[in-house]
């Protein structure tokens, strides 16, 4: 028996080695072409350097990798609109084409004229923070770019927190207190799966799947009244912090002091057709034009429960 379990974990182990020699990557056209990292590595590697902070302190690196946009134009990988990456344990970073063409990335091979393993083989943007690179990297997929649609209403999180139970240590997380993101799909979305699109207040945006990424996650409410996005199931590097939105199907809720910034959210998302120039519609039991203004400014009287914004 032993000696059978033995055989069985040296067969996956060598089977995970040869997932990882290569770099598989999905067109539009459901085309695939398979990179193998050993050919990767004789190509012409540009020198780039990266700056982050770790344990506490500030960290340089130098780099050399394949300019990731040059190396997809090379080879004619020309028809896409976001790309998206993922990692031999799942991670995932999705970024629009027009980002490649204000910054550059790179597939990072060698860090200080050392080469790389297979499992250390990241994608990397230098302008970017840490959480949008990609350690090990195994495939590439270029999409079709869909617009985040915007949503029928939008409701205020403040308001709707109340209708949820604030729970103190959910599992698996301890020393927190936060929402279940199974009890926000059932009672704010009504909904048992679908894409959800949550965007933090300093502009990054990721779009998850649930039951598949969100199940069993919490939004995090800290002293400082912020939610954190916390996943048992997604590495924690795609744990958004201090959320101002998120959108399930026709539904949103937004932060209320987010509000003033529905302009800049509606670029942000991608929402085509939508022009808000300074009114909205606010909606419940009646409906009404309003100056968007209006909602935010001190002394405005705050949306209820059964009252949200339209878009114009």
Known sequence: MKKAILVITVLLMIAAASWLSAIDIYGTDNSNRSYDISQLKDLPLESFQTIRQKDGKELLENWQGINLRKWLDDDKFGSYQSIRFESSDNYMVR????????????????????????????????????????????????????????????????????????????????????????????????????????????????????????????????????????????????????????????????????????????????????????SVIKAGVRREDVALESLYLPGAIPLSAEEWIELP
Not at 233 to 246: E, F, H
Request: proline residues 7%; charged residues 25%; glycine residues 4%.
């Open 95 to 278: 970024i629009h084409k027009a980002e490649l063409d204000t910054m550059k990335g790179f597939i990072a091979l060698q860090r200080e004229n050392a080469l790389l393993d297979s499992t250390e083989i990241r994608v990397i943007f230098p302008a970017y923070r840490e959480m949008y690179w990609v350690r090990g990297v195994a495939r590439i997929y270029l999409e079709d770019f869909k617009p985040v649609p915007p949503p029928a209403q939008i409701f205020i999180w403040d308001s709707l927190e109340s209708k949820l139970q604030l729970i103190s240590n959910p599992p698996p997380f301890t020393r927190i207190s936060g929402f279940t993101f199974d009890d926000i799909m059932r009672k704010i979305f009504r909904m048992d799966e679908g894409s959800v699109v949550i965007a933090s207040r300093d502009g990054l945006k990721s779009r998850l799947e649930y039951p598949r990424h969100l199940r069993g996650s919490v939004l995090e409410k800290t002293a400082d009244n912020e939610l954190n996005l916390k996943s048992p199931v997604i590495p924690a590097g795609m744990w958004l912090k201090d959320i101002v939105y998120i959108q399930c199907g026709p539904y949103a809720v937004l932060k209320h002091d987010f509000i003033y910034r529905l302009t800049a959210l509606a670029k942000t998302l991608d929402w085509q057709d939508i022009s808000i120039t300074g």
